[in-house]
């Protein structure tokens, strides 16, 4: 794996290889803090682009919705600011040596797994979209405060962004990718699909409500409770399982404060609280994922020893908004067998820090060993390489973006998960309908995230 060790990765990992299982992590000074939008980013990334030109540097010049777009508001759907560009060129299986370098081992395995089907069109890169102020403030904040706690899997004096913007160790990393700052909330209907080899195809369909304390300018940590996010899912598909009704609440500890859960079962019509999961739980459409690999990596972090690896150019899935054309339907993503339709994919070349997890000795997980590739300017995880405790590299997921231009965040789309020894693979958030989710609605309340309200929702 060639990788990029500029400054900024050579200071840090000399702190790294001290190991992740300090109690606390040093915060950086306010010196290094004071590059933040300067030479780095407000997010921490590297401004500058990389020495051939097709990374270019961060530019920030759109905070909201592009001069050229013209986007309806919440709960429209997000135009695609680069309509008008045209691939570069297609990673295909017969020349896919030309571009190894630049490809993570799991694409290159999809590639080599579906010769004749699996392709990537690679797009211009680009850099053009700058988070809200708020975020940026709180970034800043954090950089000068976080700590890391528990052993190094829970974070103290963080709050609203990604914790370590100038991260020192595998630890701080991860907590930059699950901590990010995301939407304040979130209501929309998904859809789960599963794929397999044999072109046999089951589907749910659940309508999620998310209310992110973490993200929400109501809540700091003096009265968040420890909450990271309340959740209440709704099942409406298939008809075995309409009317389940699940609602709790994800912590920012996931160590000390595992996450909490009720559900309501109708025919039962009781509420009952929902045995304690995560980790390896299996989940969704035909338990095809687990827990803590909902974008990728979610959940408690301390079955792992965690390290960075290093930081890389690759061609990843990048501002995929074509996926949620109106006019694209389910049946036409889903076309392919063992991946979705790539016509409908975008990939461009950008920096991403490699992380690498390891199970435990003694601890109990179906991944033995991870390898997440976190966005530089985002910290969202965008590809993961998953091993089973054999070895055998086993599924390897992706996760599209868009940038949502009503909250000025990024915001995840397609969640794909590949089972390279099955064929088979699953997608979740899909769209139902094609109705976009509305970001940040007024009107939620941590009340409607209560047993005693999903009481009330299970009797109507």
Same mark, same amino acid.
């Given at each position: 794996m060639s990788m990029i060790t500029p400054t900024l990765f050579r200071t840090t990992l000399a702190v790294a290889l001290l190991g992740s299982s300090l109690t606390i992590q040093a915060k950086v000074s306010e010196?290094?803090?004071?590059?933040?939008?300067?030479?780095?980013?407000?997010?921490?990334?590297?401004?500058?682009?990389?020495?051939?030109?097709?990374?270019?540097?961060?530019?920030?010049?759109?905070?909201?919705?592009?001069?050229?777009?013209?986007?309806?508001?919440?709960?429209?759907?997000?135009?695609?600011?680069?309509?008008?560009?045209?691939?570069?060129?297609?990673?295909?299986?017969?020349?896919m040596e030309q571009y190894a370098e630049n490809l993570s081992d799991g694409e290159k395995a999809l590639l080599?797994?579906?010769?004749?089907?699996?392709?990537?069109?690679?797009?211009?890169?680009?850099?053009?979209?700058?988070?809200?102020?708020?975020?940026?403030?709180?970034?800043?904040?954090?950089?000068?405060?976080?700590?890391l706690s528990s052993d190094g899997y829970g974070t103290n004096n963080a709050w609203g962004a990604s914790p370590f913007p100038i991260p020192k160790s595998g630890n701080e990393l991860i907590f930059n990718h699950t901590m990010q700052g995301r939407a304040a909330?979130?209501?929309?209907?998904y859809v789960q699909a599963v794929n397999y080899a044999d072109g046999n195809k089951v589907f749910e369909k659940v309508n999620y409500k998310i209310y992110s304390i973490w993200s929400s300018a109501d809540h700091?940590?003096?009265?968040?409770?420890?909450?990271?996010?309340?959740?209440?899912?709704?099942?409406?598909?298939?008809?075995?399982?309409?009317?389940?009704?699940?609602?709790?609440?994800? !912590?920012?500890?996931?160590?000390?404060?595992? =996450?909490?859960?009720? %559900?309501?079962?109708?025919?039962?019509?009781?509420?009952? #609280?929902?045995?304690t999961v995560g980790y390896d739980s299996p989940t969704g459409a035909g338990g095809f994922r687990v827990y803590d690999e909902d974008r990728l990596f979610n959940g408690a972090t301390d079955r792992y020893d965690w390290k960075i690896v290093g930081k890389k150019e690759v061609y990843i899935p990048y501002n995929n908004y074509k996926i949620d054309d109106p006019s694209v339907s389910q049946a036409q993503l889903l076309s392919s067998t063992g991946h979705i339709n790539p016509e409908y994919m975008r990939y461009e070349k950008h920096r991403v820090w490699v992380l690498e997890a390891k199970l435990k000795p003694g601890a109990?997980?179906?991944?033995?060993?991870?390898?997440?590739?976190?966005?530089?300017?985002?910290?969202?995880?965008?590809?993961?390489?998953? !091993?089973?405790?054999?070895?055998?590299?086993? =599924?390897?997921?992706? %996760?599209?973006?868009?940038?949502?231009?009503?909250?000025? #965040?990024?915001?995840?789309?397609?969640?794909?998960?590949?089972?390279l020894i099955a064929g088979s693979y699953m997608v979740d958030r899909l769209l139902d309908e094609q109705k976009p989710a509305l970001l940040n609605a007024s009107g939620f309340n941590s009340s409607d995230f209560t047993p005693g309200n999903l009481r009330k929702l299970g009797t109507r």
């Open positions: 010196s290094e803090a004071a590059r933040l939008d300067q030479d780095l980013t407000p997010m921490g990334a590297e401004k500058a682009g990389n020495a051939d030109g097709s990374i270019p540097a961060w530019s920030g010049k759109w905070r909201g919705t592009p001069p050229h777009v013209k986007f309806g508001g919440a709960g429209s759907a997000y135009p695609d600011p680069y309509a008008d560009e045209k691939p570069l060129f297609v990673i295909t299986a017969q020349n080599k797994r579906y010769p004749d089907t699996f392709k990537m069109p690679v797009y211009p890169s680009h850099r053009d979209f700058r988070l809200d102020a708020k975020m940026e403030e709180a970034i800043k904040k954090n950089a000068l405060q976080a700590e909330t979130e209501e929309a209907t700091d940590l003096s009265n968040s409770e420890g909450i990271l996010s309340h959740f209440l899912l709704t099942n409406l598909e298939p008809v075995r399982k309409k009317g389940e009704i699940i609602v709790g609440h994800e !912590y920012i500890n996931a160590v000390t404060q595992p =996450r909490q859960a009720w %559900q309501y079962t109708p025919g039962q019509r009781r509420v009952r #609280r929902a045995p109990r997980h179906i991944y033995a060993k991870r390898v997440l590739y976190l966005d530089e300017d985002s910290w969202a995880a965008t590809l993961a390489d998953n !091993y089973d405790s054999r070895g055998q590299f086993w =599924r390897t997921n992706m %996760q599209t973006s868009i940038y949502a231009y009503d909250m000025q #965040r990024f915001h995840a789309r397609l969640g794909m998960y590949h089972d």
